[in-house]
């Protein structure tokens, strides 16, 4: 493919040594997690202990101090590895950073160094049952009760939240004010009144704990909020940007690898007497794939260097997060036919890449949202 010029030498020695951790801890393990619905806590002290969760976040809190590019080689390792079931840059990179920026002094200290040892998982809920688009129609309600809150409500679809310690509970602290009540507030684990429903069964990230979670009058300490009431909405704008961008590099990342494997596929298999690769289709598919794959690869890289520097605006981000997956999941498509019914089998890692790939287009705000953010600027 294309040389990339985003990346430094320390990125790519921290990329190799990424891949090592997922070689001896996560490879041999994916496909019993796929079955199991969920990655052992284990796994999160092991990359806690290697420095692989919370590598953006300040030494003085437990992370590694580094850039965003040690955080979307991750993802791109992950996403190449076709290993769906690891929440961490969920965890490092879009949990911590609404801590970061808007705990306190007193709270940063106690979730996040519990955080980056992979002690305590993050998850933020968003969705809910009757909500998911539509974040200023919240139905999660905390009320002021003195010192504390009193939490009502329910969550659905969150990712790592069988496993979550801390969970970001998107709520309204004053419905009558749409989007001015929005007020995000953190929810420990083992908080009276907080409870995990079912770990629910989907079509693809099988090894992903995505989770019901339930809160009945759950009360936490005031502190626990982030920010001030009422400025959750302008909180979670200002963060998405950051999400959708790696949902995009994830896309290009997974595009690459599922090009290379069929690639590798169509020249060993054979169909009337030669390669699958010789027919005109096929080659003819492949071309348009790296042609399309390449476009978007300069594109995401383009986004990545605007967010190092603090200028990846929504808009930018919005046209990265709708391209990436919708291609994505047509190409991966294309390929998944190109393998035939072994295409279909999960033993074959176009077929688990192909179902996994198709919430892309969903979370992190749909397709559709994608286009009405970009409408708007038009
Ligand atoms: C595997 C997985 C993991 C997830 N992880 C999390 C998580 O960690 N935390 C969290 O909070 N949520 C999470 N979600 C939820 C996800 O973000 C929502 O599913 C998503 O935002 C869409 O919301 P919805 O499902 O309620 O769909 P709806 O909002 O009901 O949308 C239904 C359809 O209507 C379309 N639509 C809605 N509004 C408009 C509009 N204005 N114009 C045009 N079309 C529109 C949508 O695009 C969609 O096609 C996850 C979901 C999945 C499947």
Redesign the pocket.
């Known amino acids: 493919m294309l040389r990339r010029t985003v990346f430094t030498e320390d990125h790519e020695i921290f990329r190799e040594s990424f891949r090592r951790f997922l070689e001896k801890h996560v490879l041999p393990f994916h496909a019993q997690w796929e079955r199991d619905g969920i990655v052992p806590r284990e796994v999160w002290r092991a990359a806690g202990a290697e420095g692989f969760l919370l590598a953006g976040a300040p030494t003085e809190y437990g992370g590694g101090g580094a850039d965003f590019g040690f955080t979307a080689v991750m993802v791109e390792e992950i996403a190449r590895a076709n290993t769906s079931g690891l929440g961490f840059t ?1 965890h490092s990179e879009i949990v911590a950073p609404y801590i970061l920026a808007y705990g306190t002094e007193e709270k940063k200290r106690d979730w996040l160094p519990r955080m980056a040892r992979g002690e305590m998982i993050g ?6 049952p ?5 974040l200023k129609a919240v139905r999660t309600r905390a009320r002021r009760d003195g010192e504390h809150y009193v939490i009502s409500g329910s ?7 069988q496993n979550s310690g801390l969970v970001i509970v ?1 709520t309204t602290t004053n419905p009558e004010a749409g989007r001015k009540g929005v007020t995000l507030i953190g929810v420990e684990e083992g908080t009276p009144g907080f409870s995990k429903g079912r770990n ?1 069964e ?1 079509v ?2 099988h090894a ?1 704990d ?1 989770s019901e979670l339930f809160f009945d009058n759950v009360r936490v300490p005031v502190a626990n909020r982030l920010g001030e009431e009422g400025e959750g909405f302008r909180q979670l704008i200002h963060q998405l940007p950051q999400e959708r961008l790696m949902i995009a590099l994830r896309a290009a990342a997974s595009m690459e690898a599922m090009l290379e494997k069929t690639i590798a596929y169509t020249k060993e298999r054979e169909a009337f007497g030669q390669k699958v690769f010789e027919f005109q289709n096929t080659r003819f598919k492949l071309a348009d794939a790296k042609a399309n794959i390449a476009m978007f690869r300069v594109f995401v890289d383009h986004c990545l260097a605007l967010h190092f520097k603090g200028e990846l605006d929504v808009d930018t981000a919005a046209m990265a997060k709708l391209l990436g997956p919708e291609m994505q999941t047509r190409l991966l498509d294309d390929f998944l036919q190109m393998h035939g019914g072994y295409g279909f089998m999960t033993e074959f890692e176009i077929g688990r890449a192909w179902a996994d790939a198709r ?1 892309q287009r ?8 994608m ?2 953010i970009i409408a708007r600027g038009l």
Request: glycine share 16%; charged share 20%; proline share 0%.
């Open positions: 969920l998850a933020i809920a968003m969705t809910e009757g909500m998911g688009s539509d969550k659905t679809f969150i990712t790592n939240g998107v629910l989907k693809g990230m992903q995505t919430v969903i979370y992190g705000g749909s397709s559709e949202i286009r009405e």
